[in-house]
């Protein structure tokens, strides 16, 4: 009878179905299968025609159906249910394609997929299931609530699978019943003693010593079940596709009143995902604030729940987390900061009878510090470090002098994809050289290496003398049929002009700085370099561009835009001290 047991639940198998409906109960189903007396007979039962779900979502509070099909009727199942052991494991899992050169014949190869376990649970043994009876075979089908958290790693084309696994344990007094199952057979016999030899020892004093030869034996851990159990099989069944339906992140800033009790603002942004065309319902939005208060500033005013939702929409709510002012809150450094709990419930709208609950809930930290220069900004993206000082001692009338004293310019390039930001003096003295302050932001998709080249000014007298050299060249000189011409006779004042012109139009400015490259700079990366000058003339000086050239590519870029350069005599002091 035992062995019958065994065989019996050998055959049967585990299914996992996921019903379209999200109110679905089990009652319903048993109440249909009464009244339809050919249930389970065929595929037309209600078991094989509920509809099942075409997509799921990440944080989603999900209810699945646990179907256990075996052959022959049900009668006398029910008494066996508590040797039953069925456990529900849902994994995620995605697969990532990356171009390669050398690896496959098409050119692509394909790295593992990775999976996670994101929910894993048994069946409650103590909720009776529904039973299902056919002609060729019996089901007994269980509902069990799931959620569906997020994978802690990153994938492409997430999916979701269900894998039953099911195990059947013989009863005590069948097993007591059955004469093989005993631990020694007879007619064995034993194994022999390794220290029999030593027996007539002296040294033993009349101790006879035993070591069988199976503790000597590798003891070898058997892979296989007990032969009282049996493992039950579960059916292959495809996965499901499955995204975000919202994704949230949280900003603070520092609140601007002043109070007594520490106080900061939180923006909780929320997007919908723009993988799907169905609304999506906010149903509760709040925060919880431990040794503190929460207060939701969009109550009543902007935002009232719940809220629709289209697709691509971005709803930012505003709190007010205010900590309390408890005893030795500015003496320890832990004190503070205050653990913020924050949630966010939604429906997604698929349709009336389709309405996945989504739950979103963490915890996080708030550091309630203040600066200690609170008027003092914070850095840029680009220029943070990952030590610097919460503030710097700056005083205004130092700060309003630096700015007096220079000048910036900053010039996106948006088909090269970098950014500069020239910085220069207003003023500068005549031979004494001077620098201008180049910083670089590569905002571009790929490395770049750069190279950067100051243009002077051209000069008026030598665009006069090249073109009255073509034009008394276009007029008198030149080949004519084969023959040699003489160029025509210059008038003496026009020469006397051009040279006035060109001894006039001396070199004004001078850059040092001949050859300035950078190197292979990253995505994001920043740079900074200098520009040296030498001023020759007072008065304002002008360069023709600088040009920015990507010694890879060849690209070039040429900015115009440049510092004005204002050059000033030195005063009678400096040059006596020269």
């Known amino acids: 009878m ?35 007396p050919n249930a389970g007979r065929d595929q037309s039962s209600p078991l094989f025609s509920i509809p099942s779900r075409k997509t799921l979502y990440f944080d989603e509070h999900l209810s699945v159906l646990i179907v256990l099909t075996k052959p022959g009727g049900a009668e006398g199942l029910q008494d066996w249910l508590s040797y039953l052991t069925i456990n529900l494991e849902v994994q995620a899992f995605g697969s990532e394609s990356r171009h390669s050169n050398t690896q496959g014949t098409d050119g692509h190869s394909t790295q593992p997929v990775s999976r996670d376990v994101i929910w894993s649970g048994p069946v409650n043994a103590a909720e009776p299931p529904v039973t299902i009876n056919g002609g060729s075979g019996s089901a007994l089908v269980w509902a069990l609530h799931c959620f569906l958290s997020r994978p802690r790693v990153r994938m492409q084309h997430p999916m979701i699978s269900f894998k039953a696994s099911g195990t059947f344990r013989q009863p005590p007094s069948l097993t007591a019943q059955n004469p093989g199952d005993k631990l020694l057979s007879s007619g064995v016999p034993a194994s022999i003693n390794v220290l029999e030899p030593l027996t007539g020892d002296r040294g033993l004093q009349g101790i006879t010593p035993q070591l069988t030869a199976l503790r000597l034996d590798r003891i070898s851990v058997p892979t296989s079940l007990d032969a009282t159990e049996q493992s039950i099989r579960s059916k292959p069944q495809k996965p499901f596709p499955a995204l975000p339906a919202i994704s949230a992140r949280v900003r603070y800033s520092k609140s601007g009143t002043t109070s007594a009790r520490p106080a900061t603002i939180a923006n909780l942004d929320i997007e919908t995902s723009p993988f799907q065309d169905e609304e999506i319902e906010l149903t509760d939005v709040n925060m919880q604030l431990a040794a503190g208060s929460a207060e939701d500033l969009c109550a009543g005013h902007a935002i009232s729940l719940p809220k629709t939702c289209q697709p691509r929409d971005d709803v930012v709510f505003l709190f007010r987390l205010v900590a309390n002012n408890d005893e030795g809150f500015e003496s320890r450094a832990d004190s503070l900061s205050r653990a913020l709990e924050i949630w966010v419930n939604a429906r997604v709208c698929v349709s009336d009878e389709c309405r996945p609950t989504i739950q979103m809930r963490w915890r996080t930290t708030v550091d309630f510090s203040t600066a200690l220069n ?63 302050d180049v910083f670089l932001v590569n905002r571009s998709d790929r490395a770049r290496k750069l190279a950067i080249l100051v243009i002077p000014k051209r000069n008026a007298g030598d665009h006069q003398s090249r073109l009255s050299k073509t034009l008394v060249g276009s007029t008198g000189g030149g080949q004519r049929q084969g023959i040699d011409n003489a160029d025509a006779v210059m008038d003496e004042n026009r020469l006397y002009g051009i040279q006035k012109g060109n001894s006039q139009d001396a070199v004004r400015i001078v850059c040092l700085s001949t050859d300035v490259r950078i190197g292979n700079l990253n995505p994001g990366f920043c740079h ?41 005599e030195r005063a009678s002091d400096d040059r006596e001290a020269s």
């Open 374 to 436: 609170p008027s003092y900004g914070g850095p840029s993206q680009a220029m943070q470090r990952n030590s610097r000082p919460s503030s710097l001692p700056l005083a205004s009338d130092n700060l309003a002098d630096s700015e007096n004293k220079s000048q910036q310019r900053a010039t996106a390039m948006p088909g090269f994809g970098v950014t500069m930001t020239l910085t220069a003096p207003r003023e500068v003295c005549v031979g004494q050289p001077f620098t201008w």
């Open 2 to 36: 035992a062995g019958d047991n065994l065989d019996l639940m050998a055959q049967a198998g585990l299914q996992v179905l996921v019903p379209y409906a999200t109110d679905f109960n089990l009652k319903n189903l048993e109440a249909r299968i009464a009244s339809d």
């Open 528 to 568: 900074n370099t200098e520009l040296k000058f030498l001023p020759l003339s007072k008065g304002i000086l002008h360069l023709e561009m600088v040009r920015v050239v990507d010694v890879v590519t060849n690209e070039t870029v040429d900015v115009r835009h440049l510092p004005e350069i204002v050059a000033e």
